[in-house]
């Protein structure tokens, strides 16, 4: 019960802090204030609102050079602009040196070791890292649902997908509406699919969508799994949908950061080469 109230609790005080910020004067701004504002567009999850965010964050860092969640936000918000930026390996260099820093300041912060998991899977290519920082960063908040959501996604993309929709359903349980739960439904998007639950995948990537809508991981799953099920009219149209998001999106593109376990990634990659998805 106590971890369901805190679960439920800490979005909303999250988005109240963002909302205080946003009615702040650009030139009182302290640290944690420059991260709040930054969040928004961090949250997006794609390189245009990461370049946005991302002079906040220097900002952030110039007033507090050791801020752990700073450091994680930014190392975030270059791996978006890797990824779905055009490949830039500076911004990947520079993703896992800001998850670096920000394990070296935030022992104690769940985010921002969550968010330095992720980049180190990804970005850096170092399973074991990644992993431990994801476990540190739950046994500092077991109930911390963005630490969850983190957790869920690796764990899908690492080949875990029994491991992945238990994270992922206890974060949707702890806080069921929370603006961020479009990470806990990609991950049982990727999740199902791996286990041939195609519908459910369906069903998960649908969700993701609607909580975020400017992602274009979403109805990218979509595309693999409305495929899948044989729906190739539906499939087309979603995988248009994502790459409208992300005009660069390519098989051999997304490879480069998420297809660190074959078996895992090349269904999906024979799936979207059957919709029309550029190699």
């Not at 709040?36 to 991302?54: E, F, G, H, K, Q």
């Not at 975030?76 to 820093?101: I, Q, Y």
């Not at 899908?156 to 929709?165: F, I, K, L």
């Not at 078996?263 to 799936?271: E, L, P």
Request: glycine share 6%; net charge negative; charged share 25%.
């Amino acid at each position: 019960l106590t971890l369901s109230v805190i679960g439920a609790i800490e979005p909303n005080l999250r988005r109240a802090e963002i909302e205080r910020v946003r009615r702040k004067h650009p030139d009182r701004l302290d640290a944690y204030d420059l991260v709040l504002r930054a969040l928004p567009s961090v949250y997006s999850m794609m390189d245009d609102s990461a370049t946005d965010a991302i002079p906040l964050l220097r900002r952030a860092l110039e007033i507090d050079p050791g801020y752990a969640r700073a450091h994680a936000l930014l190392a975030w918000c270059h791996h978006f602009r890797f990824s779905r930026g055009g490949l830039d390996d500076g911004n990947r260099v520079a993703a896992v040196e800001h998850a670096r820093a920000a394990v070296a300041g935030g022992n104690d912060d769940a985010a921002a070791l969550a968010i330095s998991g992720l980049v180190f899977w990804f970005d850096g290519e170092d399973a074991s890292t990644a992993r431990d920082l994801l476990e540190r960063a739950l046994a500092i908040s077991p109930s911390d649902v963005f630490a969850l959501g983190c957790s869920a996604v690796a764990l899908a993309w690492m080949g875990e997908p029994d491991h992945a929709v238990e994270r992922a359903e206890r974060a949707l349980r702890l806080s069921p509406f929370d603006s961020l739960s479009y990470m806990s439904w990609d991950a049982l998007s990727v999740a199902y699919f791996q286990t041939g639950r195609f519908e459910k995948a369906r069903e998960a990537a649908v969700r993701a969508g609607d909580s975020n809508p400017h992602f274009s991981v979403p109805p990218i799953l979509l595309s693999a799994a409305l495929q899948r099920l044989g729906r190739v009219r539906e499939a087309i149209a979603a995988a248009a949908r994502g790459r409208a998001l992300n005009p660069g999106f390519s098989i051999s593109g997304y490879r480069v950061t998420v297809g660190r376990v074959p078996r895992v990634f090349d269904a999906f990659a024979d799936a979207w080469r059957e919709v029309g998805i550029p190699e």
